[in-house]
């Protein structure tokens, strides 16, 4: 009889430690947040054209056994053990500036009532990217292991250049200066020039590969 | 005597055809031990992506002026808590906040002329798109555990809210209207004009 009381406090004890602790830590999410970096910069740069840019990024792998045997390379898919594929969509956001910065009296002509502005070449930077989290696909066969966050973050970086090697090709550089100059022209008149008389130009050879800025890695 | 030779030349034979089966054995080894040590077998996948098109969506014409900006690194931590283990997800996020002022909503009277002044009436300094991270580029630092889309959705805004409190400070807006102030007038004194007041519109 004692033994069964026994018995019966230790279930107990067992029971209320059990729930205790599922209350209070077991599925609990604790966040915190840690500033590494915060750089400010004064700059002089105007946006004058936005594209938007959607792309699906997708990945197919299927598992290899490769290696040396006697001397010899071998290269085989191993398809019994099924593959993995993921499409992730990503939205990013270019915009090209023209960056005020070195903008002195030597960009300026003026005669009479007449100017003449020759801008900086405009430069183009990728301001925003965003990840579909909602629309992401996957499929992930048995045997395999689920993509990991290292992987996931990975393909999503390879995008992102994908994205900005192809920004020489979208005309936007083109975009930017045009917009430049409607921007301007009304602010010129209201200061007092006729429109005749205000011209914007922009330097011709512009090497088309160097308009992109990476921001550091 | 030729007995004892004979025996020499029979002992003498029977070491040397041993030595010379040992040598065989230590070659034919070592040849098959080389032979195996240069054997490597792995499993492998290729990481990179596919080659897949890319859409424009949308072409705009903007007018933003940006006179600072303020990168950003945020490393947020998530903790789920188990019985036995816990999970963890641990990312690191990039954005830059750009203020600076948006030319579109400069009023049709913000350059005015009194005298030999001109007087420019800007629009308030703002943040000047909402969209500033760039989460394409964020690092995974740790991973322990199932994490599905929607919490690095939620890391997301958490990172995007801390970054807007860290950057959005009245001290940096304050910041960019003077360099505001500064860069506006430099340039129109540039274009010829003597005395320029810049102020700016009331929230």
């Not at chain 2, 000047?128 to 805004?157: C, M, P, V």
Request: glycine content about 6%; some cysteine; overall charge negative.
């Amino acid at each position: 009889m004692r033994k069964l009381l026994w018995l019966l406090a230790v279930g107990c004890w067992l029971l209320t430690a059990c729930s205790s602790k599922q209350s209070n830590g077991e599925g609990a999410i604790t966040d915190t947040t840690l500033v590494l970096i915060t750089q400010v910069r004064q700059c002089s740069r105007l946006y004058t054209a936005e594209y938007k840019i959607h792309k699906i990024v997708t990945h197919d792998d299927v598992l290899r056994l490769q290696g040396q045997l006697a001397g010899q390379d071998h290269d085989v898919e191993l398809p019994i053990l099924g593959d993995r594929k993921i499409a992730i969509p990503m939205d990013v956001t270019l915009k090209a500036y023209i960056d005020f910065d070195g903008f002195s009296e030597q960009n300026i002509e003026r005669q009479d009532n007449k100017i003449t502005i020759t801008l900086p070449d405009p430069k183009v930077q990728l301001t925003s990217s965003r990840i579909d989290h909602a629309n992401i696909k996957k499929y992930v066969a048995l045997l395999r292991s689920d993509f990991t966050d290292a992987e996931l973050s990975s393909y999503e970086q390879q995008g992102r250049e994908a994205i900005i090697n192809t920004i020489p090709e979208m005309g936007i550089i083109e975009s930017a200066r045009q917009n430049a100059a409607r921007l301007l022209i009304p602010m010129l008149k209201q200061m007092g020039f006729s429109e005749p008389d205000i011209t914007i130009t922009f330097r011709q050879d512009l090497n088309t590969q160097n308009i992109i800025e990476r921001s550091t890695e | 005597m030729n007995q004892n030779v004979r025996k020499y030349l029979v002992i003498g034979g029977g070491v040397l055809i041993v030595g010379c089966l040992l040598w065989g054995l230590f070659n034919g080894i070592r040849h098959i031990y080389n032979k195996v040590s240069s054997n490597s077998i792995s499993l492998t996948t290729d990481d990179r992506i596919d080659v897949t098109p890319q859409q424009i969506r949308t072409i705009r014409a903007i007018g933003e002026w940006e006179f600072l900006s303020v990168s950003d690194e945020e490393m947020v931590d998530t903790l789920r808590h188990g019985i036995f283990f816990d999970d963890q997800l641990v990312r690191i996020y990039y954005g830059t906040l750009r203020l600076g002022i948006d030319m579109q909503q400069l009023s049709d009277s913000a350059f005015s002329s009194r005298g030999d002044t001109l007087v420019a009436t800007l629009p308030v300094i703002q943040l000047l798109d909402q969209n500033f991270i760039d989460e394409a580029r964020t690092r995974s630092f740790i991973s322990k555990g199932d994490w599905n889309t929607s919490d690095r959705e939620a890391l997301y805004h958490r990172a995007k809210a801390k970054m807007l409190r860290q950057c959005l400070t009245p001290q940096n807006i304050r910041q960019a209207q003077q360099n505001a102030e500064e860069q506006v007038s430099g340039m129109l004194h540039a274009m010829g004009f003597k005395q320029v007041i810049i102020t700016f519109e009331q929230k």
